[in-house]
């Protein structure tokens, strides 16, 4: 997925051929017309003769029995350049879903209504960062169990292209690579760096040791793997791409190997001898013509059709697109004999500390926590006006009839909730890991804990003893967006709040002190920028020492604060307070919330809070903030238990009263 600006959509009303010329054949892909010349030139075209319906009912994962041929492309004589599966003509019908955002109980659901739906294959990106949180230490399990998934499709009758990265990109934290690679500041990402190819090697060595198992030709429904992720628009080492598809084919992957890139940048991304595909938001004759130049003897394919967009905090509206220009940019790929894949079919959720950020120029934002996408399904996997477009347009074409409709996911409103107890963030710092004590101050990676991997996410805090006030500067490296703080630090002496820094804004006038007292800096990592070449400088924390009237200050107690479970584990030992009316500062607060015996989806609204996290039987749900657009947060039903849950959210700077709950999404900030 690339971050770059969009594109508005323009279809052409000449482009658009009226949809009575569907359904056509899977047997008759060779159209009279060839697309290589009518998409180039531009002339008019003769009206489609019709065709028999597509049927490929016979090609699923359960029903194809003969693995010798695996996806395959084609070209022959007066035909378009086609895809083969077992040796049959085929078209991708792709749709993405990123297991890692969807609660594993759902999985199910997701991928029987992409099933339903009427599309084929399903696309996912495996992001390293989360399973690769330490060097040497793998996590595929629960929600990151990417065997289970693969299987789950298969077992549904979908097919599965891979796309393992090392980067992805995806709008997550630094594009799915693990935060540790940024301890050395020499190390190059996304290049043969020794110390970058060392790491994949080792990454790759297991994941793939998981992979080849589940490809075509070994039973399993893994159709093809793509090789990196958007690599023309980074393009700083000539050799990376060569270096990768020899480190996947030495590991057995023997499926059709891919590449993904915009149309501006497929040239500099393809490799030889590798399928390049293009990306775009709609139906372009242009794209096209890019693709042409590097491959023009293989069908075309489209590896990302964005459907809808990603929204960051602070802007000014919830990203959507119209349903009827996806369905009109669906017939003509399908008319065109042209495979796709649908990104995202469904997007999910943000969930915890893993989104990503954009910077494009001088202006870094985070991306919000929903990663709804105003995709095909909603965040909570609810159908859309896209989901029924799309639906009925495959109906017309495909020859035998589609699954049922799995049943929509029942939602609740459940009585509000007051918080009773809370705990500054102060009294909590005693139930936190040893401090790190320093003479001068450590980023977040490099910090000396988790078997010195560092911190990847959550916040870190800083105290250091201050004798005198005057002009202070802190070094916290983002850049700011005008007005907001996309990176901020908020400064204390002792427990009171002084003021805020911000990756734009490094200044702060400390008031005169009458006796030695104690600077507080507790630094947020909002998101590490996921695209462009910005990822090689993303360290989180105070990155140089704190001056006083350009006086360094010296000795610092560092708190990493990455609120995992075992920390909320500990904090049931605390001694929580009774909540006041009002409270100031940074705190976590603690609530019960009764969801009866049977639980269901619902979303929390968290009016007159101003932004922190929040916390259910463990669960992070992720960021809230009051600037928007985002207004609401998705709570799975499937992370509820029977009537008693706790909440727990930790609110930065100003709490509220209630926590409520609604029965359908606020993505779009209400004026």
């Known amino acids: 997925m690339e971050s770059s600006p969009r594109c508005s959509p323009c279809l052409s009303w000449k482009r658009i051929v009226c949809i009575f010329f569907l359904p056509f054949s899977l047997s008759g892909l060779a159209s009279s017309i060839k697309y290589k010349e009518d998409l180039i030139i531009g002339e008019a075209r003769p009206q489609l003769p019709r ?16 693995r010798s041929m695996g996806l395959q492309t084609e070209s022959i004589a007066g035909s378009n350049p086609y895809f083969t599966l077992g040796g049959h003509k085929f078209l991708i019908f792709g749709g993405s879903i990123h297991y890692f955002r969807v609660p594993r109980a759902y999985w199910r659901d997701r991928l029987l209504k992409l099933k339903a739906c009427g599309f084929n294959t399903v696309t996912t990106y495996v992001p390293w960062n989360l399973h690769e949180p330490q060097r040497g230490k793998f996590d595929f399990s629960e929600n990151l169990d990417l065997e289970a998934f ?45 110390g970058f190819v060392e790491a994949v090697d080792q990454y790759f060595d297991h994941l793939m040791a998981r992979v080849v198992p589940l490809q075509y030709h070994q039973g399993g429904p893994i159709i093809a793997v793509q090789v990196e992720n958007e690599y023309g628009s980074f ?153 029924f477009k799309v639906r009925k347009l495959f109906g017309s074409i495909l020859a035998f009839p589609l699954p049922p409709l799995p049943e929509i996911t029942p939602k609740a409103v459940y009585p509000a909730v007051r918080p009773s107890l809370y705990l500054p ?125 350009n006086v360094p200050v010296e000795g610092y107690t560092i708190y990493s604060l990455e609120m995992k479970m075992n920390f909320f584990e500990r904090l049931r030992s605390a001694t929580w307070k009774p909540v006041p009316n009002s409270y100031l500062g940074p705190a976590f607060c603690l609530a019960t919330l009764k969801a009866g015996s049977s639980p269901k989806d619902t979303f929390l609204r968290l009016q007159n809070w101003n932004c922190g996290f929040v916390f259910i039987n463990g669960h992070n749900l992720g960021r809230y903030w009051y600037i928007g657009p985002q207004e609401t947060l998705y709570l799975p039903g499937a992370w509820l238990h029977p009537e008693d849950n706790e909440i727990i959210l930790f609110e930065k700077s100003k709490s509220g009263s209630y926590i409520q709950t609604i029965g359908a999404p606020m993505l779009q900030t209400v004026l």
């Open 51 to 66: 065709y028999s319906r597509f049927n490929w009912s016979h090609l699923t994962p359960l029903e194809l029995k003969n």
């Open 425 to 549: 963030l102060w009294d909590v710092l005693k139930y936190l890991n040893e401090p790190v004590i320093s003479n001068k101050p450590v980023n977040m990676e490099n910090l000396p804990i988790n078997n010195g991997n560092g911190q990847s996410y959550g916040f870190i805090l800083y105290e250091t003893p201050i004798c005198s006030g005057g002009e202070l500067y802190a070094d916290v490296q983002d850049t700011a967006q005008v007005g907001l703080s996309s990176f901020s630090t908020e400064v204390f002496l002792n427990e009171t709040s002084i003021g805020m820094l911000s990756d734009g804004n490094h200044n702060l006038n400390i008031p005169e002190v009458r006796e030695c007292q104690l600077l507080r800096v507790l630094v947020e990592n909002q998101g590490r920028v996921n695209f462009s070449w910005k990822i090689q400088d993303q360290r989180k924390g105070l990155i140089a020492s704190i001056t006083i009237n």
């Open 150 to 194: 693969v299987l789950m499709a298969a077992e549904i009758g979908l097919w599965v292209i891979l796309r393992p990265g090392p980067y992805i990109c995806s709008e997550i934290d630094l594009g799915g690579l693990p935060s540790w690679l940024l301890q050395d500041p020499k190390l190059r990402l996304r290049t043969t760096d020794n």
């Open 235 to 387: 393009d700083n080492d000539k050799d990376y791409m060569l270096y990768l598809q020899k480190v996947l084919l030495k590991r057995g992957i023997v499926e059709l190997l891919l590449t993904s890139d915009s149309e501006k940048n497929v040239l500099r991304g393809s490799i030889k001898g590798v399928l390049a595909t293009i990306n775009m938001n709609t139906f372009q004759e242009n794209a096209i013509k890019s693709l042409y130049k590097i491959q023009r003897n293989t069908p075309v394919m489209i590896m990302e059709y964005w459907v809808g967009w990603f929204d960051t905090w602070g802007s000014s509206e919830h990203k959507v697109t119209n349903a009827d220009d996806v369905e009109k940019t669906v017939s003509e790929f399908i008319k065109f004999e042209i495979s796709f894949n649908v990104y995202m079919f469904h997007g999910g959720t943000n969930f915890g500390f893993i989104n990503g950020a954009i910077n494009f120029g001088k202006k870094h934002s985070a991306v919000v926590t929903s990663y709804d996408y105003d995709a095909v399904l909603t965040e909570a996997g609810d159908y859309t006006d896209k989901y």
